[in-house]
């Protein structure tokens, strides 16, 4: 049988002493720390802010009003000949401040 030489692994040769001077842990046993840590933590608001009634109505009206002015532009119902660009980037127009107003709610 040939001989096994002892496997050698990197940092085998390390040996691990305890971290604190007295040779146990560090942090007491269970929960948190008995100090605090230092990260900053955010204060819990007194009040919560609340946008106005129209905020949302006036994202819900921009929202359908632009849906529904570019379906009403493919349908033909709206004046001038075949369905218009004009019409497509107005409904356009109207979805993107409808979106714009949507962030202002809260």
């Known amino acids: 049988m040939p001989d096994k030489k ?16 007295r040779g146990g842990r560090v942090t007491p046993k269970g929960g948190a720390p008995a100090t ?3 990260r900053y933590t955010a204060p819990i608001p007194h009040e919560y802010k609340v946008s106005p009634r129209w905020v949302p109505i006036t994202m ?7 849906m529904l002015m ?3 532009n493919y349908l033909n ?3 001038g000949p ?3 660009n004009a019409y497509l980037l107005g ?3 109207l979805i993107t401040v409808g979106f714009v107003v949507a962030t202002r709610w809260r």
């Open 6 to 21: 002892k496997e050698r692994r990197p940092g085998g040769s390390i040996h691990a002493r305890p971290v604190s001077a």
């Open 36 to 38: 605090p840590t230092g």
């Open 60 to 66: 819900g009206i921009l929202l359908i009003g632009g």
């Open 70 to 72: 570019i379906v009403t």
């Open 77 to 79: 119902l709206l004046p």
């Open 82 to 84: 075949d369905p218009s």
């Open 91 to 93: 409904g356009l127009g």
